[in-house]
């Protein structure tokens, strides 16, 4: 019998999707490239951009943040203000809040 749990199915997909080429330096240089540019043309991301995509999600298995796919497909009215202001302030100012 072959013992599988939800937490080692889970951790196999997080790692085949993994980007092994990331490097943080040039994301990093990058955003500060999009940060030094033409702030004034840039176009935020709106709310209703946010939702549609949103509820479009496809069913995905549990990222590292351990929400499910139906969160963010169910509740995609809901969540996308604060999730396009997170967007729009993280491109405008060329970095994620930590928190």
Partial sequence: MISVTSNK???HFAI???DPLYV????TNQVTVCSSADI???TEFSEC???ASLSKIN???LGYDSIPFWFF???AC???PVLCKIINVSIKNGFVPKS
């Fill in 49 to 51: 951009y946010g939702a």
């Fill in 9 to 11: 199915i889970n951790e």
């Fill in 16 to 18: 085949i999707a993994t």
């Fill in 73 to 75: 497909k169910h509740f």
């Fill in 59 to 61: 069913r995905t298995s």
């Fill in 40 to 42: 004034d043309s840039f």
């Fill in 24 to 27: 943080k330096d040039l994301v």
């Fill in 78 to 80: 809901e969540i996308s």
